[in-house]
């Protein structure tokens, strides 16, 4: 099993920036892909970005293109999603997914370890 834990999550305001972090615990090696989802009340889960074990190949929405960055940092089995320019509409719970596979999938049914999730509130 894979234990995944965010952090880093908080209250800003628009157009100010957060790093969300996610670390990895237990069997890592198994982890390939990692990907960042969030969740709006009312709301599916969406995808945001995911990237693939080397950080070759990055996938981002068409909504956090040049705001959001995601990156991992594989000796401390850490990944982490640089957010600048927030907006209100990024309010969500932000999750932390990894996947066995290789492909940057955006399908959370691809995946198959979650984080408990954070909370991220943008203000006007």
């Known amino acids: 099993q894979v234990q995944l834990v965010e952090s880093g999550g908080g209250l800003v305001q628009t157009g100010d920036s957060l790093r969300l972090s996610c670390a990895a615990s237990?069997?890592?090696?198994?982890?390939?892909?990692m990907g960042w989802f969030r969740q709006a009340p009312g709301k599916e889960r969406e995808f945001v970005a995911a990237i693939s074990r080397s950080g070759s190949s990055t996938n981002y929405a068409d909504s956090v293109k040049g705001r959001f960055t995601i990156s991992r940092d594989n000796a401390k089995n850490t990944v982490y999603l640089q957010m600048n320019s927030l907006k209100p509409e990024d309010t969500a719970v932000y999750y932390c997914?990894?996947?066995?596979?290789?492909?940057?999938?955006?399908?959370?049914?691809?995946?198959?370890?979650w984080g408990q999730g954070t909370q991220v509130t943008v203000s006007s």
């Open positions: 997914a990894a996947a066995r596979h290789t492909i940057v999938f955006v399908t959370p049914s691809r995946y198959d370890y």
């Open positions: 237990g069997r890592t090696f198994s982890i390939n892909t």
